[in-house]
């Protein structure tokens, strides 16, 4: 039985996981171009140490994202970035873990539309109990703020926790659903406005607008509120990767 000690792969539950991530994202960050050709199941096995059969089964669910096609007797081939189901959570994460530029910015665009309506909704919507977790996500944030970056990981915690309980609050079923799709990215653009040059400094008063406002019912309030919010995230994290 392989067990892909010193192998190039990286910890996943399961070897066929491993597999997965390991070409996902290569596919994602450009390092295997679309149109490219994947080294036969073979070759592909004998590199990462796995069984043939890992090989693929991990193409069959890279397949199924849309990112490779797997074509009988012409080997498997990257498929164009269009083609690729760019809601799919592995593929979100594969594209905050390289840190990509584009997907970042089309991440903010996402919630730019998406995060003052929920936010006006939350303040028409919102329970006591959501309120009251958005306050307490916020005072997390307002607590781990000064040990960044040596609390980046609670405060970027805290920060998606009062995101998503904004979305929830909305009380709209599919934004909800939204953000529990869209959490691995979402997380990965507040860690990175996280580490934009006064970013946090710039954003933490918005957040307590909005908490402000949705806690005070006033729902034109927290869409501007939040607006102001992603506009400024946006330009904080396009200064840093500028």
Do not use: C
Not at 67 to 87: A, H, S
Not at 197 to 220: F, I
């Amino acid at each position: 039985m392989r067990t892909n000690k010193g192998g190039p792969l990286g910890p996943h539950r399961t070897i066929h996981g491993r597999v997965v991530e390991w070409l996902g994202r290569r596919i994602v960050s450009g390092e295997l171009p679309a149109g490219a050709q994947l080294p036969n199941e073979a070759e592909l096995a004998a590199q990462l140490d796995v069984s043939r059969g890992g090989v693929r089964e991990a193409v069959k669910a890279l397949a199924a994202k849309g990112l490779v096609e797997p074509r009988p007797r012409l080997g498997t081939r990257v498929l164009p970035r269009d083609q690729w189901n760019l809601m799919d959570r592995e593929v979100i994460n594969w594209h905050g873990r390289v840190a990509n530029p584009d997907f970042l910015e089309a991440l903010l665009e996402l919630r730019l539309m998406v995060e003052p309506g929920a936010a006006q909704l939350a303040a028409e919507r919102a329970t006591d109990e959501q309120i009251a977790t958005l306050g307490e996500a916020y005072v997390r944030m307002e607590a781990h703020a000064p040990a960044l970056p040596d609390g980046e990981d609670a405060f970027v915690d805290a920060d998606l926790a009062f995101h998503l309980t904004l979305l929830k609050a909305s009380g709209n079923q599919l934004i909800e659903q939204l953000g529990r799709l869209l959490e691995t990215g979402l997380y990965h653009g507040l860690e990175a406005s996280s580490h934009a040059p006064g970013g946090v400094v710039a954003t933490l008063p918005l957040h307590e607008a909005v908490l402000v406002a949705v806690r005070g019912r006033r729902p034109v309030a927290a869409h501007r509120a939040m607006r102001k919010l992603i506009e400024t995230t946006t330009r904080a994290v396009k200064q840093m990767v500028e």
